[in-house]
C-alpha cells in the first residue's frame, strides 16, 4: 500500500464521504480557503494512479470515486507501520505503549477487555 501525502489523504476523505463525485464536488467540500480546481483535479489523477480511485468518463468530464474503503486504507497503514516499525508484531506496539507510558490505565484496561472479548468470541 502507496503511503499517502496529506493533501492526496484529505481528497480521498471527501471521497469516502460523498462516494463519488466530480473534480467540483471534491472542491465544494474543502474548508476555505479552497484549494485551486487544478490542484485537486491533478490529486484525484494522482491517487488514480496509486490504485485509490477509479473513474467513470462522462464524455469529457470524469466522476471520482474511491476504490478502497477507508477502513481497507486503514488496516493496510496499521499493518506496513507494525511490520515496518515492530518487526510485524502487535505485542511490541503494545509493548512500546505501555513503556513509554503513552497508555493510561484506562485504556490498558479497555485493552484487556477487547482482547478477552474477542478471544471468547473465537471460541464460541
Not at 490504485?51 to 493496510?76: D, L, R
Amino acid at each position: 500500500m502507496k503511503e499517502l501525502t496529506q493533501r492526496e489523504l484529505a481528497v480521498l476523505e471527501i471521497l469516502w464521504k460523498i462516494e463519488k463525485g466530480f473534480v467540483n464536488d471534491v472542491l465544494d467540500k474543502f474548508p476555505d480557503p479552497k484549494p485551486p480546481y487544478t490542484t485537486v483535479s491533478s490529486i484525484i489523477r494522482i491517487l488514480e494512479t496509486k490504485g485509490y480511485v477509479k473513474h467513470k468518463a462522462f464524455g469529457k468530464t470524469h466522476e471520482y470515486a474511491p476504490c478502497i474503503s477507508k477502513v481497507k486504507y486503514k488496516k493496510g497503514l496499521l499493518k506496513n507501520m507494525v511490520s515496518h516499525f515492530f518487526e510485524g508484531s502487535f505485542d511490541n506496539v503494545v509493548s512500546f505503549m505501555a513503556k513509554e507510558n503513552e497508555l493510561t490505565e484506562k485504556e490498558i484496561t479497555e485493552i484487556s477487555t477487547l482482547i478477552e472479548h474477542y478471544k471468547n468470541k473465537g471460541n464460541e
